[in-house]
């Protein structure tokens, strides 16, 4: 059902059904006598896929086209038929967008765990303090562009929507006055990235991302049965979203981009 969904949108009578072979594990753990109050999850996968859906990357075209491993196009023929994908603009003759169809790329291949951990603290004031952490580690991620490509090591990279090493969401929980009251204190982190062109070219002189902390801060209270109040301050500490696809070899002509599916780009505010 989704390779004809592909055939229909696309028009590319030739994109088949992927098969995958995947296994999951997981489970629940609750901490004994006076850890009652600590619980944690496991979730482990591990996903295969073999002729997988997907769009056709723009860079990938390119570096076929121009022959970047020294034997997809040796003779640099126009007729190539990743050369056929690349536009031209009618106008002045310069590149211009790229096909990008849906195709039977070769296997893809990831695995990982998910951890979380809830714990909780009872105070000698009546209230109580939580900590609340989930931690995703990508153990692999490889994929062939098409089945007689090498695979692309894109763990730790921004290609493929960002497969960053681990990631890292906690809060921390602070509840009072009766159970009416709270504070929560959100830490997301995410470690260093390489960029993308790092999965499409070895060496490649395009800068990764440092390491980024967001602090958010919330409050609520509990009027009655029927009313509360709610706030809080997203980006606290006002963290600048860090240069994403920096290239100061070539000129550095991305150095205001940023990746605004991670990194926030609006400031502190409430």
Request: proline share 4%; hydrophobic share 35%; with cysteine.
């Amino acid at each position: 059902t989704v390779a004809l969904l592909h055939k229909t949108i696309n028009c590319n009578p030739l994109v088949q059904a992927e098969r995958a072979d995947t296994w999951t594990f997981g489970a629940v753990f609750s901490g004994p006598g006076n850890f009652e109050n600590l619980q944690a999850s496991i979730d482990m996968y591990n996903i295969d896929i073999t002729d997988a859906i997907s769009t056709i990357s723009p860079v990938f075209v390119y570096s076929q086209c121009f022959n970047a491993d020294g034997a997809s196009n040796p003779t640099y023929d126009v007729n190539d038929e990743y050369c056929q994908m690349i536009g031209r603009n009618f106008n002045t003759g310069e590149r211009d967008t790229v096909q990008a169809p849906f195709v039977n790329q070769g296997t893809l291949k990831t695995s990982g765990v998910d951890l979380q951990v809830n714990w909780a603290l009872d105070l000698d004031n009546g209230g109580s303090f939580s900590i609340n952490s989930l931690v995703s580690v990508l153990n692999e991620y490889k994929l062939q562009d098409s089945p007689t490509e090498q695979f692309r090591n894109i763990k730790g990279t921004l290609a493929e929507g960002g497969q960053y090493d681990y990631r890292l969401n906690t809060t921390f929980g602070y509840n009072f006055g009766g159970g009416k009251a709270n504070v929560n204190l959100v830490w997301y982190h995410l470690p260093e990235v390489e960029d993308a062109a790092r999965a499409l070219t070895t060496p490649t002189t395009v800068l990764g991302v440092e390491s980024y902390n967001r602090f958010s801060l919330f409050a609520g209270y509990q009027i009655n049965d029927r009313m509360s109040l709610r706030g809080g301050i997203d980006n606290l500490l006002d963290e600048a979203p860090p240069i994403v696809g920096s290239n100061p070899a070539a000129g550095d002509r991305n150095a205001d981009n940023t990746n605004a599916q991670y990194y926030d780009i609006l400031g502190r505010h409430a």
